[in-house]
C-alpha cells in the first residue's frame, strides 16, 4: 500500500514570496490533516478535511494560508505571502475515516525555510 | 486546546522504564500515541478511546482515564530503538486531532 505522498521534500523562498505544497493521501482515506510542526514543537492543526470538505480550520491563518481538497483526493496549501516565522516542516496526514477511531499515516513533510 | 504532556525529556538506560503523561482540559473523545525519529515522520504507535481502557504493543503500553482526560504511556524495559520523540494526540468530539508539545526520550547503552 502506497503511503501518504508529499512534494517537494524542501522550499526555500524569500518573505513574502508564495508557495505551495502538494499532498496525495492513501487511496480511499476520507479525512486529510495539514499540519505545521515548527523545530522543537508538536504538530500544531492547520486544516482537516472530511472528504472535500472543511471540518476544522481555525488554526490557520486565513490572511496567507489557504487549502483546498479538490474532489477529495488530492490537497494543495499555499502560502502568500510567507514569513519568516512559517519556516517549519508542514505534515499532510489522512485517515480512513473521521480521526476518533483510527490511526492517521504522516507523509515525509515538506521542509519551508523562509529567509 | 492542545495537551499538555510531561516530562519534556527522559534520558534512561537500555532496560530501565519510563511513563510519559498526557492531560487535556477538555473532554476527550480517544487519545492516539505517536513517536517521532529526528528528520522522520511521526508514526503510530496506539489509539485509546474513551472507556478507560488499557492497550499494548510489545513493551509498550498506554492507559487513558476519560474522566479525568488523561493518558500515559508507558515504556517497559526500554531498547535504544525507544529513542524519539513522543507526541500524544487528543481528539474531541468534533474529531479534530491536536497534539501535545512532546515528550523527547534518549535510551543510552
Known amino acids: 500500500e502506497a503511503g501518504v505522498a508529499q512534494s517537494p521534500r524542501y522550499k526555500i523562498i524569500e518573505k513574502r514570496q508564495s508557495v505551495a505544497f502538494w499532498c496525495n493521501p492513501i487511496?480511499?482515506?476520507?479525512?486529510l490533516y495539514w499540519y505545521q510542526q515548527i523545530l522543537g514543537q508538536g504538530p500544531k492543526l492547520l486544516i482537516q478535511?472530511?472528504?472535500?470538505?472543511?471540518?476544522?480550520d481555525s488554526q490557520l491563518p486565513k490572511d496567507r494560508f489557504s487549502a483546498e481538497r479538490l474532489k477529495g483526493v488530492d490537497s494543495t496549501l499555499k502560502i502568500q505571502p510567507a514569513k519568516l516565522e512559517d519556516s517549519a516542516v508542514y505534515l499532510c496526514?489522512?485517515?480512513?475515516?473521521?480521526?476518533?477511531?483510527?490511526?492517521?499515516?504522516f507523509g515525509q513533510g515538506t521542509r519551508l525555510t523562509v529567509v | 486546546q492542545q495537551p499538555v504532556q510531561s516530562p519534556q525529556a527522559v534520558i534512561l538506560r537500555e532496560g530501565e522504564d519510563a511513563v510519559i503523561n498526557c492531560s487535556s482540559s477538555?473532554?476527550?473523545?480517544?487519545v492516539h500515541w505517536y513517536r517521532q525519529k529526528h528528520g522522520e515522520a511521526p508514526v503510530f504507535l496506539m489509539i485509546?478511546?474513551?472507556?478507560?481502557e488499557q492497550k499494548g504493543h510489545e513493551k509498550i503500553s498506554a492507559s487513558f482515564n476519560e474522566k479525568k482526560q488523561q493518558s500515559s504511556l508507558y515504556l517497559t524495559a526500554s531498547q535504544l530503538s525507544y529513542s524519539g520523540t513522543y507526541f500524544c494526540?487528543?481528539?474531541?468530539?468534533?474529531?479534530?486531532?491536536?497534539f501535545g508539545a512532546g515528550t523527547r526520550l534518549t535510551v543510552k547503552p
Open positions: 487511496s480511499g482515506h476520507a479525512t
Open positions: 478535511f472530511q472528504n472535500n470538505g472543511v471540518v476544522d
Open positions: 494526540g487528543t481528539v474531541r468530539n468534533n474529531n479534530d486531532m491536536r
Open positions: 496526514a489522512s485517515s480512513s475515516i473521521r480521526g476518533a477511531h483510527t490511526e492517521a499515516f
Open positions: 485509546l478511546l474513551k472507556g478507560g
Open positions: 477538555k473532554a476527550l473523545y480517544s
